[in-house]
């Protein structure tokens, strides 16, 4: 593996860099706290090939892969305009539609995933499975030409956003009792589909949402793949949301540290800026090492996962890390500002929540340190 950048990558940070800074914190707090979407920013990412930067050419897409859809995402956050939905739209659906879907999916979905122009979401997460997927409840039946949904899921991001979702659902039970899954595609109008919000205190322009399935409806052609498939499927896009999700708590550390240390370098109260105290300047610094360590992880696990190589444990691992420094940053820039640290004007506040849910999503740290537990220390399955 490579740790420099070639030129291509330098210029596509730079660039999203670039349109990510002109619309800035100020406006991506601004559409949260007004319960509004970040349109013109996801538009202006979007007609410049960045929301698609993974998707394949001969789909409208960038033809890159994890490597740079992860620099998309840090480059963002650390311009203060996370945007939480590529995590589902970009990293999950367009990464197991175009490895799994049929043709007919595929020219349906990915050009518009590519530009920007359509968001598919992620519906997996159920009120009573928790982390285990063999208890999903959400069913599908096939009924001639058509699969017919049946459940609930919980905590679905963008639904009000979305023009679809790609909904995991139980289509059969193994001789062992556990889950089989299929993956489909549901148009978020289709008849008997309910969405209901979800209430909770983070802010951020996206919302959580209900969903209800009552025989819902779709075309047989919707199955991404082959039926009982899922698991298989669900772990490809599985891999790429985490991955995406650690370079977002980059991109936030980044932000939180670049505020704490300009405010370190100008704000004097005795004879020299506060920065060169080192109750001050060590717990900023001991924080950015932090952020590089996560961000290498997140590399290597995007690099791992372009190559076709297994990246479970790193991409578990760049999840946890960068969930971490992602709050060990926002803390040490709090402090370093004081009573500042909580005003309006220095928009720190809104980026605590967002970090603070990278510990519980898309996996919690515990079934994190499971998965290293068991896979890479080979000790006993705890669960």
Not at 181 to 194: I, Q
């Amino acid at each position: 593996m490579d740790f420099t950048e070639t030129d291509e990558e330098r210029d596509l940070r730079a660039a999203v860099s670039a349109i990510a800074g002109s619309f800035g914190s100020e406006y991506y707090v601004r559409c949260a706290r007004e319960g509004r979407h970040t349109h013109e920013l996801w538009a202006a990412m979007g007609d410049a090939g960045f929301i698609g930067v993974n998707v394949a050419e001969e789909y409208g897409g960038g033809g890159g892969g994890l490597v740079e859809l992860a620099a998309v995402c840090e480059e963002a956050g650390a311009q203060g305009a996370p945007l939480l939905l590529i995590l589902v739209s970009a990293a999950i659906s367009a990464e197991v539609i175009g490895e799994f879907g049929s043709e007919e999916l595929k020219r349906r979905w990915l050009p518009g995933l590519a530009d920007g122009s359509t968001k598919v979401v992620f519906a997996i997460t159920e009120p009573d499975a928790g982390s285990n997927t063999h208890k999903l409840a959400t069913t599908a039946v096939r009924e001639g030409d058509e699969w017919v949904l049946n459940g609930t899921k919980h905590y679905i991001s963008g639904t009000d956003d979305a023009e679809a979702v790609l909904v995991v659902a139980r289509t059969g039970r193994t001789s062992d009792g556990n889950a089989r899954l299929s993956l489909f595609v549901v148009p978020v109008d289709s008849p008997g589909l309910v969405r209901t919000p979800l209430p909770v205190d983070l802010i951020a322009p996206d919302k959580q949402h209900v969903l209800h399935f009552d025989d819902v409806r779709v075309p047989a052609g919707n199955l991404v793949g082959a039926e009982n498939d899922g698991f298989r499927q669900v772990f490809r896009g599985l891999n790429p949301e985490r991955i995406t999700g650690a370079a977002l708590g980059v991109g936030i550390a980044r932000f939180a540290l670049a505020r704490a240390a300009e405010y370190a370098r100008t704000r004097q109260v005795w004879d020299v800026p506060i920065g060169a105290h080192q109750g001050v300047a060590h717990p900023l610094a001991k924080a950015r090492i932090e952020t590089e360590l996560a961000a290498l992880m997140t590399r290597k696990a995007a690099w791992l996962h372009d190559h076709g190589l297994p990246a479970g444990e790193e991409s578990n691992m760049a999840k946890y890390a960068a969930a971490e420094a992602a709050l060990a940053a926002l803390d040490a820039a709090m402090q370093t500002l004081g009573g500042n640290g909580l005003a309006s004007e220095y928009g720190l506040v809104p980026y605590w929540g967002m970090a603070r849910l990278m510990r519980v999503a898309p996996v919690n740290r515990e079934m994190i340190l499971n998965h290293v537990a068991q896979h890479g220390l080979g000790l006993p399955r705890s669960y």
